[in-house]
């Protein structure tokens, strides 16, 4: 009998401390993922920015250079589209920094408790 007072102490004690170790290990996986979203979220405002460029200022210097070889309204449209390109590539990378980011959950601490509870269970069983 005392034998199985000391077993079920020691498999309460060890489940408790299982359980803040994946807590803990929760955290770190949840902080992670939230740097990767808010650095996406970063470069996507970055896009905007650049965009806004793009369409407000056409970079009047790089229009004045190409104005010299061509007509200044092709010059413009070149600068124009450069920029858009460049807004477009900045917010596809935002936004597969953003995808890399979610779910918001700690998948990876959830297998391990999964896996932790079925090792549980069959010690459990014998």
Same mark, same amino acid.
């Given at each position: =009998?005392?034998d199985?007072?000391k !077993?079920?102490?020691? $498999?309460?004690?060890?489940?408790?401390? #299982?359980v @803040?170790?994946?807590l803990?290990?929760?955290? !770190?996986e949840?902080t992670?993922?939230? @740097?990767?979203a +808010? $650095?996406? &979220?970063?470069?996507a405002?970055?896009?905007g920015v650049?965009?806004?460029? +793009?369409?407000?200022? $056409? %970079?009047?210097?790089?229009? !004045?250079l190409l104005?010299l070889? =061509?007509? &200044?309204w #092709?010059?413009?449209?070149i %600068?124009?589209v450069? !920029?858009?390109v460049?807004a477009?590539l900045?917010? $596809?990378?935002g936004k597969? @920094? %953003?995808?890399?980011?979610?779910?918001?959950?700690? &998948?990876?601490? =959830?297998?391990? %408790?999964?896996a932790?509870?079925?090792?549980v269970?069959? +010690? &459990?069983?014998?």
């Open positions: =009998m005392n199985t007072h !077993l079920v102490n020691d $498999l309460s004690d060890q489940v408790s401390r #299982l @803040k170790d994946e803990r290990l929760a955290k !770190l949840l992670a993922k939230g @740097k990767r +808010g $650095l996406g &979220a970063g470069l405002g970055a896009a650049v965009a806004f460029l +793009g369409g407000a200022t $056409l %970079v009047a210097a790089l229009v !004045l104005a070889v =061509m007509p &200044a #092709l010059a413009a449209a %600068v124009a450069l !920029l858009f460049a477009a900045l917010g $596809l990378v597969k @920094k %953003v995808q890399q980011a979610s779910p918001a959950v700690p &998948a990876e601490t =959830m297998a391990s %408790v999964r932790d509870l079925d090792a269970k069959e +010690g &459990a069983r014998r």
